[in-house]
């Protein structure tokens, strides 16, 4: 009996094999992407997320390649945390291997990494598996698929994509590979989910530079675009509207200056030379003749849109006739501090266009029409859904099953699942344990679900931490110190009917052991909070 | 010179007009609805919110009606606040007056307010004030918006609206009193702008009937169907699918089941006597004919919907085979826990049915073209867009100015800014001080920004207690006792380093004043733990 190829999508209940996939076949691994997931409204203070690798940690010299379809944080975010374990080389196209650098630099990681930079159309091979990226569209220049020859079979792997037949690189996907794959024979294709509860076709970027042009049109003060710092697409889109319409452009934000200079240097971004100038510079120009891009789409408060709504940037401010454009979809959980920037930006008199009004941003991911496309174009045996959370997963399971793939040939899964692929079977195995690493300050992993709970807690309802001095005897001596933060600001009254409690109570208990002692201490504290707040925060009492 | 009319919305920095507003006319004043507002992501820890009335304590004995629009919570939820300050009566159509009566009595309130029981179509004086509810269609039957004659002339209140011209209780708008408002002469409209970015018309509350049509006709197994307690014309919806495909319908959760019975005794929901059965009952039966309706479409943990997703629930489970329909649109804010509640179900083998898949749902509010037909209808001299977000004002703003009303004529405004109208000005006056008045447990009102900034803070970092004794010599006496919750679970080391710490600061300082030696203790205690943790915990020390 031969043996079975496994594939596993890492990561927590998030999207599913967005982040990081695993493929094994004998002793040898491949790894696609390691990015990062962003914290949900209740991870309460933790930086971002990587995904859990455990399973790679007694196979590191198994790990023959790391491979990255493209440049977002969600693929090559956490790609420093495993290049600490992992010491196979990295492949990936010139793009992507740029923000890949930056990041091994700042690790420190650079010299003990090879970094082999690819094209797509390469063949390579990586110990048993031929390795072929093929180019997709999607909102970064450099994108690719890959097709992976495996000794059960071709696996094809769309990467994050969408079917533009004119994005701003002029680069369409290779629809011809992806036919070739086919003729071959696709034994399992996983593809992108993201949009699967989207009909018909995702509009081509270039559609944004039509609203561009408009909104450009119109303006008649300063115009400020905020996207992400590397969406590269559309920096080109905003640098093109620019020099149309004769205004220079200042870049704000050192991450996206950072992105434009390298891309510009890789020859991603083609921007005429006196095009960009400094903020200063923009300052004492005409409003009519200046854009200026910044980050903070998403509302982040540090943001410079961010502090630019909350009049916090000492740099820039906004002025009534200023036409801000938000360039860049919501990423759920984020609706509220968007919403809360153009409710503020409004209140400064500018005009601000965004998504629901104008479509100055269109999603980078296939709907569900393209999604029919690649399934029939690749025509696979099997198919794994991936890049989304379990309802977009479900839902383009559904869709290759209305397209004739049978059911029993998809597999709808979840992080952490293996799937075992043979030249005629696909099982799903099962799960290793597994979930998030939560990243907070300087510490990866210590951050469990207990300490979550407990910040939700004390979100909910603040703590009280009682510190009593007792005597001998057993009855309190002086007055305990109180320390509270988080619910009401209490009175002098309340204080002392709780000091009179705790008297009370260690008359009748004084003489009990300690442990126990502290804990009936805390419920009397508890429920003289409750009774007079209708509050529960944290309470700890300190027995002296 | 005559006296001017003051109209006030009244609340914080949510949606305008929404929850409350003033009409002010020298010693009189009348309020329309007194609603709650929900606490955005952020307001941790609050339960609900209430608006600001400040400016009315001060006038309680001018107040001479509080009129309602419709009986939703965000419309009725806070009457028993205000009624707890104004004794004037109330007036409201019978569905709204029948919430509006629950809330009273549990309040105890209910004896000392009169509720006058009105119609659409009703005249009535208030003072110097004429009221003529008239009817506008939405989610919830009896709805009406309100014209109000006063003395420098008609004022025309929207109320939540759509024009659905083939509502579930048969009941369209009143075209025609709009129509005659006009040959009046409208001095101002306000009108609902929450669907304001919304292109079109909203569709008839009647097509989810034919969504609901497919599903139940596809459906093998159980139907459970989640949706708001108070919306009422889906409940109406459900149970006529329910009817014609032969199953029968279970209630839980309480909030609906009250609600069904006083809709169906005043007449508002016209179900089959037998069609309602007890849930006990329901689980007996196939499971092909069964629906239940259950509440928890935001996926609130605690609702019936959140229970059955993470399988909480003790009465019920979600079984493979199950159609689950979410029949609610998602609050904004509630996207992350609806979609985990949409992922958990799929998890569980259900096939979950939402608004972005099919029309089970479709939004209360008027979409763009029913605001333009509003206003052309109505054609008021001036114009003040209210119920919605600054963004939405806005935007309903420019869209009546592209129908011709004159810029200076409309007045986008935020809550508290006072409006001030004659038979032929309107000027934007003086925005009174006020903002969120927070309900948390029993509290209302004690909760401040400070209070909530400290939640932040520790919902970000946790907090850190150290009590430490102090001999008279200001050195250390034994070992400090610390207390910590919500930062990493610190090791033996940690705490000796801190001990160590701060031996050698009072070695230093011990000597120093009480509170300067606290403020040196937090900050020696804040450095230790930022450098070993990159966080910044909020510190306290007490002194002993």
Redesign the interface.
Known sequence: MSAKLRIIPLGG?GEIGKNMTAIEYEDEIIIIDVGIMFP???M??IDYIIPDFEYLLDKLDKVKAVLFTHGHEDHVGAVSHLMKHVKAPIYATPLTAGFIQVKLQRAGLHKDIRLNVIQAGDVFDVGSFTIEPFHMAHSIPDCVGFGITTPVGLIVHSGDYKFDHTPIDGWPPDFAKLAEFSQRGVLCLMADSTNA??DGWTPTEVSVSAAFEEVFGDAKGRIIVASFASHISRIQQVANATYRHGRKLAITGRSMRDNVKMATDLGYLDVPNDLIIELEQAKKMPPSKVTIMATGSQGEPTSVMGRLAYGRDHRLSVEPGDTIILSAHTI??N??TV?RI??RL??RGAL?IYE??THVHVSGHASREEMKLLINLVRPKFFLPVHG???HL??HGRLAEELGIPHQNIAVV?NGTIIELTADSLEVGQRIPGGYIYV????VG??GRK?LR???R??????F?A?I?MGKNGKLQGKP?Y?T?????FEADFYNGLTENIETMLDRHGQKPKDHLKQIMEETISRFIYS????RP?V?A?L?
Chains 1, 2 share one sequence.
Do not use: C, H, W
């Not at 907070?440 to 510490?443: A, E, K, P």
């Not at 004390?458 to 703590?463: H, K, N, P, R, V």
């Not at 007079?532 to 509050?535: E, L, P, R, V």
């Open positions: 209940l949900e409204n209740d309460l203070g509860e989207r759920p959980g609706e509220e919403t153009i409710n409004f209140q601000v629901a009004m959370e379990l309802r479900t839902q979840e907070d300050g300087d510490s210590d951050i300490v407990d910040r939700e004390l979100a909910e309802s603040g703590y931490v510190s001095s110190d320390v933060r988080g619910i009401v600001n007079s707040t209708g509050k944290m700890s300190i002296q």
